[in-house]
């Protein structure tokens, strides 16, 4: 059975740092595009970076500021979260997805995390 699961998340004070975990199983890591979303209250699910076979990909939004990074032996994926800002504030969302980073970016689909709640005071 996959499952796919977060933690990390907290508050913070604008300019700090968070790092968040995601621990997937019943799974092959390699063979999946990992991802991480976000959703603040109102707005549209985003996503914010992906990595699959050494690549990474970021949002705008977060580049230079954000990490992702994994650990294929561990099944486990993490996000880095630097210079943290207010309009950073969101529930963040772990994704693994067979498709490439491109599809996963427009559709996403595959197996979803509960979610960790990210909280940046200004």
């Known amino acids: 059975q996959v499952q796919v699961a977060e933690s990390g998340g907290g508050l913070v004070q604008a300019g700090g740092s968070l790092r968040l975990s995601c621990a997937a199983s019943?799974?092959?890591?390699?063979?999946?595009?990992m991802g991480w979303f976000r959703q603040a209250p109102g707005k549209e699910r985003e996503l914010v970076a992906t990595i699959t076979s050494g690549s990474t990909k970021y949002a705008d939004s977060v580049k230079g500021r954000f990490t992702i990074s994994g650990d294929n032996a561990k099944n486990t994926v993490y996000l880095q979260m630097n210079s943290l800002k207010p309009v950073d504030t969101a529930v963040y969302y772990c994704n693994a997805d067979t498709r490439p980073p491109t599809l996963v970016g427009v559709t996403a689909r595959g197996y979803w995390g509960k979610g960790t709640l990210v909280t940046v005071s200004s």
């Open positions: 019943g799974l092959t890591f390699g063979s999946y595009t």
